[in-house]
């Protein structure tokens, strides 16, 4: 079978779909010279395909390694209802590759008027007009080969991270310690020349069982097909005493708890707001057409990662191991007061994670943490009292049932 970009290239869009369907596929790689899908299908007008890979989270102002984004291909090759399309959903039209030249150059130099002057966008004006008003030549720029001497670019997402699952330790750079709490150690770190955070797990009494537990459950936190959704690129154990380890991708703002609670630089209005609030319920959603649902999994401010590009994305870098801290929870204001009455297969999943919604949206909103006066043990107690207080006394719990959640809160 022919490789996704030439599927992009060839407009097949039934092969697209199915292999955006498998979650460890990332719509957002690149090929050897950093074509990525969206920039194939641009350059050769597939827009049943490039359709596809917006809706599916494709990144619109990712860069190949000449630093040409899918607008300067769909401009250069006079697909205008791909320009249109592209524009419509925030592409960069002042964007320079390594020649300097942007998309609008390139639509005038090889004469797409109709591409430069696209109806109710940015080009509104004729190409040569609009060209020159921005100060742009129109001149040729001569290519110069400067990017194979040696010369390294900062560019959006190295797309090859996703290819390797299992990862050499030897490989890791840990650079910089940032948080140590009960579940670990928090590195930020550097893999094949790109930044990453590497979470080393503190695990008790490591067994030959926990470590195939292990390989086993993280290639189910590799999911790559949802812009909302931040995957686990790989995992490892680092010698010589085996520590299980995993890494994903670095993150400039951190979690969300980071941008509301711990004086960022970036401000969150009321818009932004709004934004977190659809990302994360977009990102849940994907979350709950999977079958299974991954387990153990928390929703809270701190697992919620906020991209360079402002986007709200749930980390599974964040979810449990089966063998991690069984029966504990440690960020209990988030969590729904049925989540302390039953064990975790008996939980309704989909309505607790909406209850973890509804805070995160209360949090958006007066920009305090949930219960932010209170200790662990009593924000225990105040979700217990909702349990025993049902208005409906059929759902009322038993003692017997009281008697393990207070074992549960007595461990905190």
Request: charged share 25%.
């Amino acid at each position: 079978m022919d490789d996704i970009f030439t599927q992009c290239r060839e407009g097949n869009a039934v092969a697209v779909r199915l292999w955006l369907d498998n979650t460890e596929n990332d719509l957002n790689q690149g090929d050897d010279h950093g074509f990525s899908p969206l920039h194939w299908a641009c350059r050769e007008g597939r827009a049943n395909v490039v359709d596809m890979l917006i809706m599916r989270g494709a990144r619109i102002n990712v860069m190949n390694r000449g630093d040409d984004t899918p607008l300067h291909l769909a401009a250069s090759h006079g697909h205008r209802d791909i320009v249109q399309k592209l524009i419509q959903f925030k592409a960069d039209i002042n964007a320079v590759n390594e020649h300097g030249n942007t998309p609008l150059h390139y639509a005038c130099f090889w004469g797409h008027d109709p591409v430069a002057e696209v109806s109710g966008s940015a080009w509104t004006q004729p190409s040569q007009q609009r060209a020159e008003k921005l100060g742009q030549s129109l001149t040729k720029i001569p290519y110069k080969d400067t990017f194979w001497k040696g010369t390294t670019r900062t560019r959006p997402r190295n797309g090859t991270l996703n290819k390797l699952a299992g990862i050499d330790f030897k490989q890791l750079i840990l650079s910089q310690k940032l948080n140590e709490n009960q579940s670990g150690e928090l590195w930020k770190g550097r893999w094949q020349g790109n930044d990453i955070i590497i979470k080393l797990l503190k695990i008790r009494d490591w067994t030959t069982r926990k470590s195939r537990d292990f390989n086993e459950e993280y290639p189910k936190l590799r999911i790559f097909s949802h812009p909302n959704v931040l995957p686990v690129l790989g995992a490892c154990q680092a010698p010589p005493a085996p520590h299980p380890i995993i890494i994903s991708h670095w993150m400039p703002y951190g979690s969300l708890y980071n941008v509301l609670h711990e004086g960022t630089n970036f401000v969150v209005d009321q818009m932004q707001a709004v934004k977190f609030a659809f990302d994360i319920a977009r990102g849940m959603a994907f979350l709950h057409t999977l079958e299974p649902l991954i387990p153990r999994h928390h929703l809270n401010s701190r697992s919620i990662m906020i991209d360079e590009d402002m986007t709200a994305r749930i980390s599974m870098a964040d979810v449990k191991f089966s063998f991690q801290c069984p029966g504990r929870m440690y960020a209990p204001a988030w969590v729904a007061p049925e989540a302390l009455q039953k064990k975790p297969e008996e939980i309704n999943r989909r309505s607790a994670d909406m209850w973890s919604f509804a805070v995160l949206l209360w949090e958006l909103v007066t920009r305090e943490v949930p219960f932010a006066d209170l200790s662990n043990m009593e924000i225990g107690v105040c979700s217990l009292m909702k349990i025993c207080m049902n208005e409906d006394p059929a759902k009322r719990p038993k003692f017997d049932m009281i008697v393990p959640i207070l074992e549960k809160m007595q461990e905190k």
